[in-house]
């Protein structure tokens, strides 16, 4: 891994708030997992989309857009884009080590939640490698969402300049989440992707590929936005 995306990380992990998401991760997880336990209906096939719902719909696309905005807010406040520039070291790279911590961040946090989903199942009589093998592709698309839903959160911090309003419109898309998951016009709908991914199963085939359009379309976003970070980062 490049040095420049272990710096970001390690940003990230001096702002405190790696701690706050596995706190709620802990607690979001654990308490959905132990009520799907009481609950009679629920078995072993289940209670992983049980244990992972509420964190997912709820949760998952606030932490998100707190990793970007809190990055973005203190490499502005600190004035650490300026160190690089006159230092003659590149803006672009600086923006791409960005990006890139950003996804293994987010990446990191769906694996740890699925890995706290897992006892669940255990718990319920269920093999966890054989759910894992039989639900691969659910997962796989969930990879596809993270990776969306991060390059538009990003594009939508660095657009705006404004990361109080970043995260303000994180929060309106969470709660969206209540409307829009359950509808058709969820692939639509980036902050919806890793809650309804739960639902694989019910996944229809063009359903997927409006997801992969918007990907791309993400990412073409992301390619443009390199003029518009450094300009927010210089202007002090």
């Not at 009520?35 to 964190?55: H, P, W």
């Not at 990006?99 to 269920?126: D, H, K, N, R, T």
């Not at 592709?137 to 991060?150: D, P, T």
């Not at 990412?219 to 300009?231: D, E, M, Q």
Request: one cysteine or more; proline letters at 3%.
């Amino acid at each position: 891994m490049p040095n420049g995306v272990i710096n970001e990380l390690k940003k990230t992990k001096r702002t405190g708030l790696l701690l706050i998401i596995i706190v709620s991760m802990l607690v979001m997880v654990t308490l959905q997992g132990s009520l799907g336990l009481i609950a009679a209906s629920v078995d072993e096939n289940s209670i992983y989309v049980t244990a992972l719902s509420m964190f997912f719909q709820l949760f998952f696309p606030v932490i998100v857009a707190l990793i970007i905005s809190i990055s973005l807010y203190n490499e502005k406040r600190n004035e650490g884009i300026l160190i690089y520039y006159y230092n003659a070291f590149s803006l672009t790279r600086v923006y791409w080590n960005k990006v890139c911590s950003f996804q293994i961040q987010a990446l990191a946090v769906y694996v740890m939640s699925v890995m706290l989903a897992m006892p669940f199942i255990v718990l319920e009589g269920g093999n966890p490698l054989v759910y894992v093998m039989n639900n691969l592709n659910g997962m796989f698309y969930s990879v596809i969402g993270i990776i969306a839903l991060v390059n538009i959160q990003f594009f939508i911090s660095v657009i705006l300049n404004n990361q109080i309003l970043s995260l303000s419109i994180a929060l309106l898309g969470t709660i969206g989440n209540f409307f829009v998951a359950p509808s058709p016009l969820w692939p639509y709908y980036p902050w919806s992707y890793l809650y309804r991914m739960l639902y694989h199963s019910t996944i229809q085939a063009n359903q997927i590929v409006t997801v992969v359009i918007i990907l791309l379309i993400s990412l073409i976003a992301i390619l443009l936005n390199t003029k518009r970070f450094k300009k927010n980062m210089l202007v002090q």
